[in-house]
């Protein structure tokens, strides 16, 4: 692709014929008709989050696959969210090859945002509250 700069300070491609404004605006956005109808821009792409009053809920991911997980009680063992974890790319990833050594090869993270490193090692059940998305990687 060949640019060339024109006198009025526009650039023009030789091989498409595409016209490049310098210092041109986007066109505005159009307006929401009322307060009430307009969206986040997150909320597009933000999970739906149901909380639960009466225990934890959380949400267990795997690729682009996630499902929210809510369970009865105010924190999660290490050994029963392994077990939901297990459950999950059993349900999503039916040929995983792994049979029934698959919770051998699972690690779980915890995404954070504010961290350097987002994801971070979930080592015990502290590290799961209300909301956390949980990672679940497995390692060969």
Same mark, same amino acid.
Do not use: W
């Given at each position: 692709?060949?640019?060339?700069?024109?006198s009025?300070?526009?650039?023009?491609?030789?091989?498409?014929?595409l016209?490049l404004?310098? @210092?041109?605006?986007?066109?505005? /956005?159009?307006?929401?008709?009322?307060?009430?109808?307009?969206?986040?821009? &997150? =909320?597009?792409? %933000?999970?739906?989050?149901?909380?639960?009053? @009466?225990?934890?809920?959380?949400? /267990?991911q795997?690729?682009?696959?996630?499902?929210?997980?809510?369970?009865? &009680? =105010?924190?999660? %063992?290490?050994?029963?969210l392994?077990?939901?974890?297990?459950?999950?790319?059993?349900?999503?990833?039916?040929?995983?090859?792994?049979?029934d050594?698959?919770?051998?090869?699972?690690?779980?993270?915890?995404?954070?945002?504010?961290?350097?490193?987002?994801?971070q090692?979930?080592?015990?059940s502290?590290?799961?509250?209300?909301?956390?998305?949980?990672?679940?990687?497995i390692?060969?």
């Amino acid at each position: 692709m060949l640019l060339k700069s024109t006198s009025n300070g526009t650039l023009r491609c030789k091989s498409t014929d595409l016209l490049l404004v310098k @210092n041109a605006t986007p066109p505005p /956005l159009k307006e929401a008709k009322s307060a009430s109808s307009a969206r986040h821009p &997150t =909320q597009f792409f %933000a999970p739906k989050y149901v909380g639960n009053m @009466n225990g934890l809920t959380f949400f /267990l991911q795997s690729g682009v696959i996630k499902e929210q997980v809510a369970v009865e &009680t =105010q924190e999660i %063992a290490i050994r029963d969210l392994r077990e939901e974890a297990v459950k999950f790319i059993r349900k999503h990833y039916p040929n995983n090859g792994r049979g029934d050594a698959l919770a051998d090869h699972i690690l779980l993270y915890r995404h954070d945002l504010r961290s350097i490193n987002i994801l971070q090692l979930i080592t015990s059940s502290v590290d799961v509250a209300d909301g956390t998305l949980v990672e679940i990687v497995i390692s060969f």
